[in-house]
């Protein structure tokens, strides 16, 4: 009877100890939930007037305008020339503002991770040397006739 019994009162602690963890666990889960979910039911009046953008789709977006600078690099790379196309330069000053932007929006956000997923404007304009060196003949030249004017 003395064996029955202490294995009964093991048997029971076990299940205590048991049903204790997983008290414990289901409460860190909970906790868990509910700080995921506190910002998004803390929303600020100024909040609700301008939805806060996911910086997943900031990246995607920087991402597209990082693309278009890399096939036209691509395309100076197989017909080299000597200057850019008014439609190359609006397309290099466009992009440029998007990708300014998009990191702006990242640090603002606090999700900017940095190198190598996230790059600044120059780090960027570097990998694209022959598109670079055409938009900065073309920066020069339109400086030049802009003093020649005065």
């Not at 700080?35 to 996911?54: E, F, I, Y």
């Not at 960027?124 to 004017?149: D, H, M, W």
Request: proline residues 5%.
């Amino acid at each position: 009877m003395d064996t029955a019994l202490i294995v009964v009162i093991l048997l029971l602690t076990f299940l205590l100890v048991l049903v204790i963890l997983l008290y414990f666990y289901t409460q860190h889960g909970f906790r868990d939930l509910a700080s995921r979910m506190a910002p998004d039911l803390a929303v600020p009046s100024a909040a609700a007037a301008k939805p806060q953008r996911n910086p997943d789709a900031v990246r995607r977006e920087r991402s597209v305008a990082h693309d278009k600078l890399v096939l036209l690099e691509a395309e100076l790379s197989i017909t080299p020339r000597e200057a850019l196309t008014p439609e190359e330069i609006e397309t290099f000053e466009s992009t440029r503002k998007t990708i300014k932007a998009c990191n702006d929006s990242l640090k603002s956000m606090g999700a900017w991770i940095g190198l190598p997923f996230d790059l600044e404007w120059v780090e960027i304009q570097q990998r694209q040397p022959q598109l670079n060196e055409l938009y900065r003949a073309f920066v020069e030249s339109t400086l030049e006739k802009a003093e020649q004017g005065n």
